[in-house]
Each structure stands twice: as structure tokens, then as C-alpha cells.
């Protein structure tokens, strides 16, 4: 980040100090390529439209794919397959099938995804304190000429 004369500042040359759960960095808030691409590839999975909310769902126990379904509104079963498998795969959550029949599988957070619980939490909060100002904000902005 840069100031208007051009001068690279850090998130500390703005706040004073880095603001909470932000690195400290000592000469600018510039990330190297690396850290760039894990922090983009680590937005792509938690920061789509389902995933937090899956995420969320299963903070307190471990769900069939039924009730997933029945508690994440809106979420068809394709997309809750493919969030499923994507979180299975980043080792977000697990995948226990039991050998009964009918088949019977349930997912539950890993330790790694019990990590996100209280951001996902955060973010839900803030989501739905702020929406109705989001959208009076937004209805104002497209009212312009």
C-alpha cells in the first residue's frame, strides 16, 4: 500500500499498530508471492457461498448429508455434494461411510476446520448485523444518476 506521495506503507503506518488478526509487518503490508497465493487459495475454499455456512453447520456434531441439506437453507444437493468433497479434500471435515443398509454416511470437522469455527461465527455475525445497512447503501448507490 502506498500513500499519495508514492511512500510503500504498512498496515502499522496507518493504525499505529497492525489491527487485530493482521501480521505486524515492520517495512510494508506487501505480501511475497507465496503467502499471496496461499492467502487467495485459502479465500477461494472458506470464502465461497456455501462453505462457511457447511462449516458452521457442523460446529457442534457430526450430520448426515439429510440433515446438511435440511440446515444450510437454500443449498441444492449438487452444491452441497461439491462443498462437501472440496472441504474433504482442503482436510476441513470427514467422511465416515458406515457399511449398513441403507448406506450411511456422516461428515464432521476435522481439528484443522473446528479452527474456522469462530471465524465462520465472526463473519455470520457481522453479516447479519450489517446486511440491512449493505443494502440500504447499495439501493442508494444504484439510485444515483
Known amino acids: 500500500m502506498t500513500d499519495a506521495k508514492g511512500t510503500s506503507m504498512s498496515l502499522t503506518h496507518i493504525h499505529g499498530s497492525a489491527p487485530a488478526g493482521f501480521p505486524d509487518y515492520e517495512s510494508s503490508c506487501s505480501l511475497d508471492e507465496d503467502d499471496g497465493r496461499a492467502i487467495r487459495d485459502v479465500l477461494d475454499r472458506v470464502g465461497d457461498k456455501w462453505s462457511l455456512l457447511t462449516i458452521a453447520t457442523l460446529r457442534n456434531d457430526r450430520l448426515r448429508f439429510s440433515e446438511l441439506l435440511r440446515h444450510i437453507p437454500g443449498i441444492s444437493q449438487r452444491m452441497l455434494t461439491l462443498t462437501l468433497r472440496q472441504l474433504e479434500r482442503d ?40 446486511h440491512s445497512t449493505i443494502e440500504k447503501s447499495r439501493a442508494q448507490y444504484d439510485a444515483r444518476p
Open 91 to 130: 482436510g476441513l471435515i470427514s467422511r465416515t461411510a458406515h457399511a449398513e443398509v441403507p448406506p450411511r454416511v456422516e461428515y464432521e470437522l476435522t481439528d484443522l476446520g473446528r479452527t474456522l469455527i469462530t471465524i465462520a461465527r465472526t463473519i455470520g455475525d457481522w453479516a447479519i448485523e450489517n
